[in-house]
């Protein structure tokens, strides 16, 4: 018999040692032909069955292990860790038990980290599990805080996490105009380095820039027609309603000068970009050019 246990690395690995401590396995078989032979084979001191771990084995090694996983023997259990199976090992898994465990998202990973708080006797309020869901992390790198939070005295707040917790909050383009924005120069350059780190596109934050600002000068012209728009007037800027009023609430503290400079250096860094210079430099120019030309506050 061979069960594979595919999907989130954390989860998979998990759902198989909790198989193997049922039927008796201890310890991972050496994925190797000879290694693995032995384990099917019963010996003087236990049962046949292995655990293999797959995830480091390349199509050769496959090659040489995959005849002796075709004719396991009657009533041997061989348990594979394969989240990501490669697609050989895919085809051969249609034919066997598959168990398959996804990585939560949205919605599904914050009720994740709620019960796996439980398990720790940790209450997790509701706004702290959806900060430990936004953070950049997998489920076992989760795991480890959540273990460290049910260690600090209740109630727990989120200073007290934010605090703790070793993993960053990920990084959008709009953090980066946000930051922009706000006149935060310090913040912007250091959203800007990070981005780049993480082999974000220049082009795609020069989007996001050129989106946000288009944004704000509809909401400008809004103003300009009527101070106090309604809501019916919002829905002519054709954003989410929460974006839209606070385009409007940036809108007031602009210029009109100030806009139109905005918008002049948006065009050039994304002229420079297309023209195959530096990208970042002409982003870097531009994020320079709007922290120099929008009011502060």
Do not use: C
């Not at 953090?175 to 780190?197: T, Y």
């Not at 989106?211 to 909401?219: P, Y």
């Not at 940036?250 to 905005?262: D, E, I, P, V, Y």
């Amino acid at each position: 018999m061979v069960i594979a246990f595919t999907g989130d690395p954390f989860l998979a690995k998990e759902a198989l040692l909790q198989e193997a401590s049922l039927r008796g396995l201890t310890r991972f078989t050496e994925p190797t032909p000879e290694a693995l032979a032995e384990a099917l084979s019963p010996g003087l001191f236990g049962q046949a069955g292995a655990l293999l771990d797959l995830r480091e084995v390349g199509d050769g090694e496959w090659k040489a292990l995959k005849p002796l996983l075709e004719n396991v023997p009657e009533g041997v259990a061989v348990l594979i860790l394969d989240p990501k199976p490669t697609t050989a090992r895919a085809a051969f898994y249609r034919t066997r038990e598959r168990r398959d465990f996804p990585t939560p998202k949205g919605k599904d990973l914050v009720r994740h980290l709620e019960n796996r708080a439980k398990r720790l006797g940790l209450r997790l309020p509701a706004g702290i599990a959806q900060y430990l869901a936004s953070l950049e992390g997998d489920l076992e790198a989760l795991e480890r805080e959540l273990e460290k939070l049910a260690l600090l005295t209740p109630p727990l707040t989120l200073e007290k996490v934010e605090r703790v917790v070793a993993l960053k909050p990920p990084v959008t383009g709009f953090d980066l105009v946000r930051a922009v924005l706000e006149g935060d120069a310090k913040r912007a350059f250091r959203h800007l380095k990070r981005l780049r780190e993480e082999g974000e596109e220049p082009l795609r934050l020069l989007g996001a820039f050129a989106w946000q600002f288009a944004l704000l000068a509809r909401a400008w012209m809004l103003l300009e027609e009527n101070p106090r728009p309604t809501e019916g007037d919002l829905a002519r800027l054709e954003a989410h309603p929460y974006a839209a009023k606070r385009a409007v609430e940036l809108a007031r503290s602009l210029t009109g000068n100030a806009l139109k400079a905005s918008l002049e250096a948006l065009i050039a860094g994304e002229r420079r970009a297309k023209e195959g210079k530096d990208p970042w430099l002409a982003l870097e120019r531009a994020v320079h050019t709007l922290l120099n030309t929008l009011p502060r506050g």
